[in-house]
Nanobody, 116 residues
Framework: QVQLVESGGALVQPGGSLRLSCAASGFTFSRYVMSWYRQAPGAERELVAAITSAGGRTSYTDSVKGRFTISRDNTKNTVYLQMNSLKPEDTAVYYC?????????WGQGTQVTVSS
């Protein structure tokens, strides 16, 4: 049974940091591209960051470049999103995604709220 379980979401003040984790099971994690998406209220889900299966390449949406870092540990079947210098506009539910060919798996999401 495929599972992606996100954790680490919280209420944080502007300028603060959070690290999200996504623990995967039920599939061969090291073969999948892993991504973080987010969805703010009333908005479409958007791709935030992605990392290739071996972790050699990463990509980011422009609004988070220089502030967020995606990484993965294939020995722990876990992908991370380090978020620094958080802004109110980063407020959203953050979702973990695993993708390989026709396979596409999603987690349940974790809430990140940036507010003073």
């Amino acid at each position: 049974q495929v599972q992606l379980v996100e954790s680490g979401g919280a209420l944080v003040q502007p300028g603060g940091s959070l690290r999200l984790s996504c623990a995967a099971s039920g599939f061969t994690f090291s073969r999948y591209v892993m991504s973080w998406y987010r969805q703010a209220p009333g908005a479409e889900r958007e791709l935030v960051a992605a990392i290739t299966s071996a972790g050699g390449r990463t990509s980011y949406t422009d609004s988070v470049k220089g502030r967020f870092t995606i990484s993965r540990d294939n020995t722990k079947n876990t992908v991370y999103l380090q978020m620094n210098s958080l802004k109110p506009e980063d407020t959203a539910v953050y979702y973990c995604n695993a993708h390989r060919y026709e396979d596409d798996y999603w987690g349940q999401g974790t809430q990140v709220t940036v507010s003073s």
